[in-house]
């Protein structure tokens, strides 16, 4: 079946048809049993198909433009939660790219990624909510901000992610790769630490409760929607902005990283990667190209942490917890290290088991439960309640990265230029 | 400030620190063992320990359930608990060692780091599935046992109850033995020698594999028999209690100065005392601005500051006695 795939994939016309048409099908599929996780599944795959096809340039940015921009909203209106899956999916190949420069390029194994992100997602969510005003004199500016800040912030989000980055960086970049991966560890935990509680002696945070109601950014493309004569509310409006929105994003960083994977930066950070000594003794800045890689992953999550406050209008520390780093870098490593496309690749198959083939499996069992069914003379109706498959994603995770260390170190979809895995020099 | 109040608790908070710091010593020799041996953080010890307070409150439930509790001697069901959970996290750290490191040995440093990092959450999702098969539930309680809930009292305002005491004999003795294993015996010289040289130990007829096998077990019992007291001390586990102990046993190592079984030692009843101190005076110090949540940071920033500043550790200059 690979092999039948593969060589019709090798195939330009063969490729075309053949991606067309599992689109297609696939979104119709997905259209008509609109509560079906295969048919979605299906839909996802063919995207992939796609990216293995091989057919012009144009014509493949083509069909990915239709599959992304038209058709994933259109099944999103459909059916509210792929679109949810489809926006979750983009905000972890986000993360996924951006720890992929820390971990792939630079070699530098980050255990507290996470905090970047809580940090870009604080930012915002303080001063986009009435949060800031709890320390804020009322003469500096009236919170919440309105939401046309939300894009200043986005940038914002950057810079200081970005300069967190900088101030962790400096004193540990010294350090060897797994006390520098224990140290990121210790500030990760630090930051979700002081996010629980810097509730008081000043109400920075709000501690555990944690803030909302966020800002959401404007409908600013309303007038044009009037224009058409389409009506929506705004409850239908905003899953789509944010999945447009992130898609948006993921383009941007996408872009920062295939300019950045060949240009003379990215080529320092491989020579880091593989060996420090050479790299220092071929004029390599070693401190700055560290920093720099810290600042560029870094400032990625910001982003992305800034765009999460505002689309889950909530956020409190416990969705910045370790096991959110460690999903980060099981992306990156189930991809390949190094490889845009494996980090992407990543991101989309870890966020789609927990999200939908763990909860899939957890509902269907449930059924089952319910249902009282017996298989091999045992009534899964006796079966534990505490049993909840949903909340496996640590054993996914796990075993992900056992695997994937034993059996394929170099990813699913290996960087073309990999020769060796991660040195420490 | 309440300086009477704070010179009335100080022996009582150096006494909890001392039981936190013994609980710390034993986590952390597992991880400053294998440490010495392969330069490896195993990252998955934390689970290591956890089993074994598991494996602790499973025994106690048992014996509970027959009803007959009640009737033995809490001293003979400690050292059985104790026994039972240094079998089964020495074996388990054993059969760890040879699925998912040994095929790593000769990569570089980060690849098996990240593979305990895969053992460690497996491990915490396995023993919850176990757990929600089992019982239906993965939050447990052990069962007090009312003889080791008895308190001394040592003077006026300051007491410490039985099982605190055995806390602290039962890791006073397992270090004291693991010393003597680790200098005085055959074993202990083939330990230090993979240590020392994998290669040229292996010239000198010792068997690697076999050496390294052994350090896994025996460290993974220290987590072990780390886990039970932890369960009896503190009561409340979850498959998920290890981690935060777990770092800070690392912290722990490193302060002591990792690969250095007395600097274990020492690191953890530092570690253990200063958090107490933290835990205790922190609020009072700073008129209740800053409490006792800050002790979590108190230690991960030790482990930062130890790092950037002197990677050696405290004992980092003393003859590296490594295991």
Known sequence: MREWLATRLREPRMAAILSIGMIAVSAALAANYSRSLLAFLLFQASILVLYFARMTRWLKMLLAGLALGILMPTLGTINGYYLEVATQVGIFVALALGLNIVVGLAGLLDLGYVAFYAVGAYTWAIFGSPQAGLFLPESVARFPLGGQWFFLFLLLGVMVAGTTGVILGLPVLRLRGDYLAIVTLGFGEVIRVLANNLDKPINFTNGPKGITPITRPPLFFRPLLDVLGIDAAPSVLYPIYFYFLVLLIVGVVILVNRRLEDSHIGRAWEAIREDELAAISMGIPLVRMKLLAFACGASFAGAMGVLFSAKQVFINPESFTFLESIGVLSMVILGGMGSI????????????????????????????????????????????????????????????????????????????????ELGDG | MDIPLMIGIFPQVVLDGLVLGFMYALIALGYTMVYGVLEFINFAHSEIFVVGAFVGVEILLGLKARGVLGNLSPFLVLILLLLAGMLVSGLLAAAVERVAYRPLRNAPRLIPLISAIGVSFFLQDAVRLFESLWRNAFNLVYPTMDQLNLRFQLTETIDISTRSLVVIIAALGMLLLLHLLVNRTKIGKAMRAVAEDQATASLMGINVNRIISLTFLIGGAMGGAAGVLFGVQYSLINPYTGFIPGLKAFTAAVLGGIGNITGAMMGGLVLGLLEAFAASYLSLLTNGAFGAEYKDIFAFSILILILIFRPKGLMGEVVRERA
């Open chain 1, 341 to 420: 496309p494996g980090a992407i690749l990543g991101a989309t198959v870890v966020t789609v088991l927990n999200l939908q083939v763990l909860k899939g499996l957890s509902l269907w069992l449930n059924e089952l439960r319910n249902a009282g069914v017996t298989i091999l003379g045992y009534n899964l109706a006796q079966l534990p309640t505490q049993l909840e498959p949903a909340k496996y994603e640590r054993m996914i995770f796990g075993i992900i990265l056992i695997l994937m260390m034993i059996f394929r170190p170099q990813g699913i979809l290996p960087a073309r230029r990999r020769t060796r």
